[in-house]
């Protein structure tokens, strides 16, 4: 969603986790009160470094595009009960904080901006919709420059909301880094190994080596990316499906007219087992656990998948959680618009 340019409403939009269940959905916000970080490029173009080319006496060479892989910054990551976080350091104060590839942008907990010791942003305020199309309009508060291991981003003025449910962990969650982060660089996340590496990428010139920077056999995805969010073509019992890479999600969750599609109707998922949770706008709305037959995501085959079933507000079919990045290295390359999988 493009920003409205007003500083008194920034409108947006916004999902939560859910009070005691396996899913989360959560936000998805843009506006002129979101974390104005480091220049945005045009997507798929890159700055060009010239080489100086020594090569007497032949007439000088046109500069060749630059290549660039690079590390900037690495961090521990942590899966707690399918929240997935990393830590963070702001104006010298250790914090964690959620990384959610499915949120246009991030966001901080009322707890945790005092606990930062932020000020409040007189002057901007930000609407925020959860999954169930109802919306309210919440604070906003200064945010100084945020420390990710080795990268140091600038601050800025970020919405403070309620996440209906964070893991209890040292030191403890402050809110939630999104898109407006993330798709500035290629992301790798490694669950199995605990850890995300931040990762320059340009691509000059086709004799370049892609990402990843990985040795061995690994599965490589297309992916649509719109608002700094990564979608990617699935298959659910045989129907074609859009997916959205999702690590805010703490499972893999498919809507509910996603369901209906495939031929899950409300009266099957009746007998299902499942409850109630609730979103960044207290909306309650009904989940269920249904046994599908097959889920395919690249080249990989799920048989007789248990998934979550629930509304989803968003013109995706399924929300690719924390329970499928658990057991995976997964590379994003926002530069490439490609999924690496690591086999």
Do not use: K
């Amino acid at each position: 969603m493009r920003p409205t340019g007003s500083r008194e409403d920034d409108r947006s939009r916004l999902g939560a986790p859910s009070h005691g269940d396996p899913i989360r959905r959560r936000s998805v916000l843009t506006g002129a009160g979101t974390l104005p970080l480091i220049p945005r490029l045009p997507r798929h173009t890159f700055p060009v470094v010239a080489w100086l080319l020594l090569a007497a006496p032949a007439p000088a060479a046109a500069a060749p595009p630059a290549c660039e892989r690079t590390p900037l910054a690495s961090a521990t990551l942590r899966d707690d009960d399918g929240f997935i976080t990393m830590p963070v350091a702001v104006a010298g104060r250790a914090a964690s904080m959620l990384v959610d590839t499915g949120s246009d942008t991030g966001l901080l907990t009322e707890q945790g901006a005092a606990g930062l010791g932020l000020e409040r942003d007189r002057s901007r305020r930000t609407s925020l919709q959860g999954t169930g199309g109802t919306g309210r309009t919440v604070p906003n508060a200064i945010l100084p420059a945020l420390r990710i291991g080795a990268l140091v981003l600038p601050g800025g003025s970020v919405p403070v909301g309620t996440l209906p449910a964070m893991p209890f962990i040292a030191p403890p969650v402050a809110g939630l880094i999104g898109a407006d982060v993330l798709a500035r660089f290629d992301v790798e996340m490694d669950l199995p190994h605990r850890r995300i590496v931040f990762w320059r990428v340009a691509l000059g010139s086709v004799a370049c080596a892609p990402p990843p920077a990985w040795s061995g056999a690994y599965d490589a995805v297309p992916l649509s990316i719109s608002g700094g969010r990564a979608m990617l073509s699935a298959t659910l019992d045989g129907h074609p499906i859009t997916a959205l890479l999702d690590s805010g999600a703490r499972s893999r969750i498919v809507s509910t007219r996603a369901a209906a599609r495939v031929g899950v109707g409300a009266d099957q998922l009746g007998a299902d087992p499942g409850g109630i949770n609730a979103g960044i706008d207290l909306h309650e709305s009904t989940y269920h656990w249904h046994r599908f037959h097959t889920l395919s995501i690249g080249h990989e085959t799920f048989d007789n998948p248990v998934l979550t079933v629930a509304p989803v507000a968003e013109r995706v079919d399924l929300l690719l959680g924390a329970d499928w990045f658990a057991t995976r290295d997964v590379w994003i390359s926002y530069a490439t618009a490609t999924l690496f999988v690591r086999r």
